[in-house]
């Protein structure tokens, strides 16, 4: 069975950064694309960023790029969010999520197969 657990989230003040860990168990983690996810009260999960299975591509969500980026070490079964210069707006929980079909990258979450549980990110203005 594959788990996925997310860390790292927090409050943090406007303008600051955080970076959310996902640690993946129960399959080779070099099989997945990887993805991060969020939720904000009251509204659809919406795609933040991928990662390709060797990590040499990634995806990003506009509202995020520029100030967001996703790597992977394989070694640890972890996939990272790193976030700079968050906003008020970046306030959600976060999901890592895990995909085996065939591609290179994925942004749509009804194809992922895999979830954690969450991890709340609070930004305060």
């Known amino acids: 069975q594959v788990q996925l657990v997310e860390s790292g989230g927090e409050l943090v003040q406007a303008g600051g950064s955080l970076r959310l860990s996902c640690a993946v168990s129960?399959?080779?983690?070099?099989?997945?694309?990887m993805g991060w996810f969020r939720q904000a009260p009251g509204k659809e999960r919406e795609f933040v960023a991928t990662?390709?299975?060797?990590?040499?591509?990634?995806h990003y969500a506009d509202s995020v790029k520029g100030r967001f980026a996703i790597s992977r070490d394989d070694a640890k079964n972890t996939v990272y969010l790193q976030m700079n210069s968050l906003k008020p707006e970046d306030t959600a929980v976060y999901y890592c999520a895990a995909d085996l079909s065939v591609g290179v990258v994925e942004v749509i979450a009804g194809r992922y197969e895999y979830w954690g549980q969450g991890t709340q990110v609070t930004v305060s203005s």
């Open positions: 129960g399959r080779p983690f070099s099989n997945y694309i």
């Open positions: 990662i390709s299975r060797s990590g040499s591509s990634t």
